[in-house]
């Protein structure tokens, strides 16, 4: 069956950085789009970066120029590498394969001074 296992999350202070990872098992991973999502208690998930299985990545406004998503085919694993955190980037972060409706457990990131 389908496994996604997300780590790397944490306490950061702001300006601080995180490297998120996300070991993908059960489908094919060089196959499939990835993306990383977040949410926060009472609001809907969003989608913050997409990769694709050529590796053309995109960005939410809110991140971009600060997050920057990655993938290795070979280790089944996709990053999300963050910079420059603020608050408004506390959340739980998944990742998910796009075309696939299976969600991990999510890691916690929270930015706190």
């Known amino acids: 069956q389908v496994q996604l296992v997300e780590s790397g999350g944490g306490l950061v202070q702001p300006g601080g950085s995180l490297r998120l990872s996300c070991r993908v098992s059960g489908i094919i991973f060089s196959f499939n789009a990835m993306g990383w999502y977040r949410q926060v208690p009472g609001k809907q998930r969003e989608l913050v970066a997409d990769?694709?299985?050529?590796?053309?990545?995109g960005y939410d406004d809110s991140v971009k120029g600060r997050f920057t998503i990655s993938r290795v085919n070979a280790k089944s694993t996709v990053y999300l590498q963050m910079n420059n955190l603020n608050p408004e980037d506390t959340a739980v972060y998944y990742c998910?394969?796009?075309?696939?409706?299976?969600w991990g457990q999510g890691t916690q990131v929270t930015v706190s001074s």
């Open positions: 998910k394969a796009i075309a696939i409706d299976f």
């Open positions: 990769i694709s299985t050529g590796g053309r990545t």
